[in-house]
């Protein structure tokens, strides 16, 4: 009850302060600008009260984006000086992105050496993965170039900063030459990220060869690894309200409201390209796969549904492997595709990837070419393997592919205002192309079962106890 009160105060004192805002601004304004000031930091107030009922990580990077928004508007000197805070929690991000790329993507291909073992499932699993992911990486590259959501963003009030664009001309040999590492602690100093990638892939490899005695111990260390950056990842976000607040301020501060816009035209960007994803896309693949559509689309609703509220695709795992085993795939496949594709199939998060480099180069006024627009994605594709369990993993990842492109930071500020609303339908998807590749490569084993009735669990417990009794007798 208390917390209603709290929230019907909240929505008042939104329409209060939105009123005499708009009053404010008229010419010649027809209230004192002062008065609408003080109904916003009320309003701000009252949500500052409801985010600490509520204490939600997420809640409060959408708060301290009003907040830091509302500084940068009525305060821009000061405002610019907490710039310091996005610092801070950029370079706690850096730090995350050698290990946690180096320890899941070991994980993920030493972890299964035994693809021996399941022959050819494995390797078509792969290839429809990898398959399936080119196209959300061509369609988010193609939303942007359409949109392109984060041109026209004013940087004049930046130009003075240090932090500036460096263009160099490459040759292909120097590419080619820039992605392979020579020294691996000079690359993770460097920020290197496609030379950790080749060096865990290459190291990952060599792992999968070795004899049992020798890589368990090995696989052991770096699956904790991988489960302490995880958390390391969890307890960095602590600071995100403060990073969001201070280059929300610092943006508007400098430029003003308008690359919030920018934002919100990401956003529908975002939305729209993952609509024409599963239209144009999974949609074709399951109606090509024989997969019943009606019964696929139920069986998923819940565990869709799971990862949409929490942004975590790792907390919908369990009841999305159940609900394939409902719709008719054997259990063998669900264990083996399902995982998998929780480190090489994240079909949302890709085209999320695509999209928010792309405008981090638009809005920092960069045209790139198709051919830098590819090997940058196509980076973000290989070192965002494995993250798909983490919440807002992905912006890490983003923020350190961006830095080692030699492209500025404080667009990816801008995305992290709204990637709540992006991180929702992006794991989303993660979760439908997951199930949808399951019940794929069960049909093209030839293994799916068409119209198959799941026993009732009440059921079993009937069967079991009768069983008990029949042996008692």
């Known amino acids: ?103 899941t993507l070991v994980v993920g291909i030493a972890g299964h050496a035994d693809l021996k073992q399941v022959g050819k499932m494995g390797l078509k699993a792969l290839v429809y993965f990898e398959v399936v992911t080119t196209f959300a990486l061509f369609i988010g590259l193609a939303a942007i170039n359409l949109t392109k959501a984060g041109a026209g963003v004013d940087r004049s009030g930046i130009a003075a900063d240090t932090e500036q664009l460096a263009t160099v001309k490459q040759s292909t040999a120097d590419i080619i030459l820039h992605i392979f590492p020579e020294n691996i602690a000079k690359s993770i100093a460097e920020g290197q990220v496609l030379q950790v990638v080749v060096f865990a892939i290459i190291f990952a490899i ?32 602590f600071f995100a309200p403060l990073g969001v607040g201070g280059a929300l301020a610092y943006t508007v501060g400098k430029m003003g409201f308008a690359p919030l816009l920018n934002a919100f035209k990401l956003l529908l960007t975002l939305y729209g390209a993952l609509a024409a994803f599963l239209l144009l896309v ?45 719709l008719g795939v054997p259990r063998r496949i669900v264990a083996f595709v399902m995982p998998t594709g929780y480190s090489f199939n994240l079909d949302g998060t890709t085209l999320y990837l695509s999209l928010a480099a792309i405008f981090v180069a638009q809005a ?68 439908i192309g997951n199930c949808l590749a399951t019940a794929v490569v069960a049909r093209w084993e030839g293994e799916f079962i068409d119209n198959y009735v799941a026993p009732e669990p009440v059921q079993e417990l009937a069967v079991a106890d009768s069983a008990l009794a029949g042996h008692a007798h």
Do not use: C, Y
């Open 282 to 326: 999974l949609v074709p693949i399951a109606l090509l796969a024989r997969i019943p559509l009606k019964r696929f689309v139920k069986a998923i609703a819940e565990p869709v549904s799971i990862a949409f509220a929490t942004t975590s695709s790792e907390a919908a795992l369990p009841r999305a492997m159940e609900a394939m085993e409902g």
């Open 1 to 103: 009850m208390k917390f209603s009160r709290l929230s019907l105060l909240v929505l008042l004192l939104l329409v209060v302060a939105a009123i005499l805002t708009v009053l404010a601004a008229q010419t010649p304004p027809l209230l004192d600008p002062t008065v609408a000031l003080v109904a916003r930091w009320l309003f701000l107030a009252a949500v500052l009260a409801l985010a600490w009922q509520r204490r939600s990580i997420t809640f409060w990077i959408v708060v301290s984006m009003l907040v830091g928004a509302e500084i940068g508007h009525d305060f821009p000197r000061q405002a610019v000086e907490l710039k310091v805070l996005s610092d801070v929690f950029l370079r706690l991000v850096k730090t995350i992105i050698a290990p946690l790329v180096f320890a």
């Open 206 to 237: 060599g792992l999968a060869m070795v004899h049992q005695k020798h890589r368990q111990p090995m696989l052991q260390w770096t699956e904790s690894l991988s489960e302490v950056m995880f958390k390391f990842t969890n307890v960095v976000m």
């Open 364 to 431: 920092a006024g960069v045209d790139l070419s198709f051919g830098q627009q590819l090997v940058m994605v196509f980076t973000l594709m290989l070192t965002s393997k494995g993250v798909a369990g983490v919440p807002r993993a992905s912006l890490v990842i983003l923020l350190a592919t961006v830095a080692s492109f030699n492209l500025p930071s404080w667009p990816v500020f801008i995305i992290l205002g709204i990637d709540a609303l992006m991180d929702m339908a992006r794991t989303a998807v993660n979760v």
